[in-house]
């Protein structure tokens, strides 16, 4: 959340979509993390299927708003 709010608050689209690629990627470490969370016993095959959702529904979901920024005729306000 805190580079998506980083993004935003620079002012510029693509400088927005930068820092939700970022963020992204860090649904990515979150997925690598719950691996290991998962072989070292800290959560339940149940709570890891969860979490795995849901951080794979973030990361369609940014990357679904990436693409409609690009298609965007939106510049942010920097440009303005």
Known sequence: MANIAEGFD??????????LSVSKGSCG????HLYVALDQSYISMEQFDQLYQRTDEVSR???????YLKQSDLRGRKFK
């Open 61 to 67: 979901l940014l990357s679904g708003f990436m693409g």
């Open 10 to 19: 620079r002012g510029g689209d693509k400088e927005f979509i930068q820092f």
């Open 29 to 32: 470490e979150v997925k690598s």
